[in-house]
């Protein structure tokens, strides 16, 4: 793991014979931002509080690298109650934001200062797996990074869906689409993409035909 932006209290912690490590996850949701971490108790940082609820939260190892690429981790909650069920089922997380942090614990349990910000993506669509039997429930989901839209076309487009953001009930590109077809302005249809046949000319003095275009 690189030391960018390591305070020094984090540097020598991390350098220690013995530590205790813990993490805090932040899910933001459109209303609220859930908090929480996988510590043995709660955790009040940078005030705000992560509940430690007793849920097993795990998560891939998270990779640096020097070329822009696309980084995906998947991250999983089991043993949650009906809240978070009802939490994701309800609410818009698609494309919302979702920090970990990596923190730790001095020996008299205190938060060593400060936290170190391992990832930040967006959400992409969790599943919900329930066991009736075992009684247990698993949430799961993925999370990229940033540069998942690195390959978006940004702005706006010259149709008619893109339009209707911006201006609703406007229907000057409701045709837009049509501009790239064959119009038959009435005789034998021509396809444009058909090579044009070649033009056959009499010359007058002679008998000799032309084939030139």
Do not use: C
């Amino acid at each position: 793991m690189s030391d960018r932006g390591m305070s020094a209290a984090m540097l020598t912690e991390m350098g220690a014979d013995l530590n205790r490590p813990f993490h805090l996850f932040e899910f933001h949701f459109d209303d609220e931002v859930v908090r929480i971490t996988d510590a043995y108790r709660h955790i009040d940082w940078g005030g705000n509080n992560y509940i430690a609820n007793g849920d097993h939260i795990a998560f891939d190892p998270i990779e640096e690298s020097r070329d822009i690429t696309i980084h995906r981790i998947g991250l999983s909650l089991s043993g949650v109650d009906q809240v978070w069920v009802a939490t994701f089922l309800s609410k818009k997380y698609v494309g919302r934001t979702v920090r970990i942090y990596k923190g730790f614990f001095t020996a008299a349990a205190a938060v060593v200062v400060d936290p170190l910000l391992l990832f930040e993506g967006t959400m992409d669509g969790p599943s919900i797996t329930e066991d009736p039997e075992e009684g247990t429930v698993v949430v799961s989901g993925v999370a990229t990074n940033h540069f998942a839209d690195w390959e978006r076309l940004s702005g706006r487009h010259s149709n008619s869906e893109s339009q209707g953001l911006f201006f609703p009930g406007d229907r000057g590109f409701e045709f837009v689409s049509d501009i790239n077809r064959t119009l038959v302005w009435g005789g034998e249809r021509i396809d444009p993409k058909t090579p044009a046949a070649p033009v056959i000319r009499r010359n007058p003095v002679s008998d000799e035909i032309d084939h030139s275009p």
